[in-house]
């Protein structure tokens, strides 16, 4: 089983780029899934996308315009980038991992790991 640890700034500016990290360790095995998934505060969990084994990507259509998801499998890790945020952003940030593709899938025990998760602020 994988470990996962997500880092980046607490506090972000609106209109600025929102980019967090995860990075993995333990369980060497290269085929997992990789995804980003967020929860602001009084409101249920958000899938915003997941980044396969193979580079794929696959992205939530409501924020499809403003994430990228990119691994650097040099380093273990993998990235999330969310453009031009505003205070709707700011939530804990959870990066995950599975061995299925998980499109949309918000529920913690369809994943094999899941972060401490990691909370972001938007604001001036």
């Known amino acids: 089983q994988v470990q996962l640890q997500e880092s980046g700034p607490g506090l972000v500016k609106p209109w600025e780029t929102l980019s967090l990290t995860c990075t993995v360790s333990?369980?060497?095995?290269?085929?997992?899934?990789w995804a980003w998934i967020r929860q602001p505060p009084g409101k249920d969990l958000e899938w915003m996308g997941v980044?396969?084994?193979?580079?794929?990507?696959y992205y939530n259509p409501s924020l499809k315009f403003r994430t990228s998801i990119a691994r650097d499998t040099s380093k273990n890790q993998f990235t999330l980038q969310l453009l031009s945020v505003t205070p709707e952003d700011t939530a804990v940030y959870y990066c995950?991992?599975?061995?299925?593709?998980?499109?949309?899938?918000?529920?913690?025990?369809?994943?094999?790991?899941w972060g401490q998760g990691t909370q972001v602020t938007v604001s001036s």
């Open positions: 995950a991992a599975s061995k299925t593709l998980l499109l949309g899938a918000t529920t913690r025990n369809l994943y094999d790991s």
């Open positions: 333990g369980d060497s095995t290269p085929f997992y899934y």
């Open positions: 980044i396969s084994y193979t580079g794929s990507t």
